[in-house]
């Protein structure tokens, strides 16, 4: 039952009640109190009377839901007000804290930073001694014998193959151009005819 209702309704009752209390009092004055129209009056009256008083519990207990709802929530936004109070006299700490959280932190950036910087500086130094390290001096007479001495032996094997290849060459050129026929066998293939017989130069023979 809403409030609205419960006080209409409340209303509704004492307006029945004051009518039934006027009834009885107009009825007193000119019947006698054990009369049937009194007694009968009288009963209406204690039921107006009962309901008036069950509509006002009812009342009543509505608003006393609705206080302690009230209640509640005013307890809620006391402990919600108490936590923001206690967050804005804490503020200042919170505030110092992340300002050293910060600086902890810029620190820590300097420091990785200053780390970089010294491991390139170890790495550059490494690199460097490496590559002096690989350096070769060149002015020792014994390395220098020996390279001339691997040299020599290259170009003696380079003019090697290099002769034996101008030979073949030469050989080759030689025999290609030398178009005689030594042989029976290679006058048939040049002829394409049977050789019968063949004469043999003397002359180079008794010289």
Not at 58 to 83: M, P, T
Not at 148 to 175: D, H, N, P, R, T
Request: proline share 2%; charged share 30%; aromatic share 6%.
């Amino acid at each position: 039952m809403t409030d609205g209702n419960t006080y209409n309704l409340l209303t509704e009752q004492r307006r029945e009640l004051d009518a039934a209390r006027t009834r009885l009092a107009d009825l007193r004055t000119r019947y006698q109190e054990d009369y049937a129209l009194v007694t009968r009056q009288k009963e209406l009256v204690a039921v107006a009377e009962r309901a008036l008083r069950n509509v006002q519990s009812s009342y009543v207990r509505d608003i006393e839901i609705q206080l302690d709802e009230a209640k509640r929530v005013e307890g809620s936004f006391e402990a919600a007000l108490s936590k923001q109070t206690q967050a804005l006299v804490d503020f200042p700490e919170v505030e110092w804290r992340v300002e050293s959280l910060n600086l902890q932190i810029e620190t820590k950036r300097d420091l990785v930073k200053g780390l970089q910087l010294r491991r390139g500086e170890v790495r550059m130094r490494a690199d460097t001694d490496r590559r002096i390290s690989n350096i070769v001096p060149l002015d020792k007479p014994t390395i220098a014998t020996a390279v001339a001495g691997s040299k020599k032996v290259l170009y003696l094997i380079l003019a090697s193959f290099l002769a034996i290849a101008l030979g073949c060459m030469a050989a080759l050129f030689v025999e290609n151009q030398d178009h005689r026929l030594y042989s029976r066998r290679h006058v048939e293939q040049y002829l394409q005819l049977p050789v019968m017989g063949a004469i043999t130069d003397q002359s180079k023979l008794k010289g």
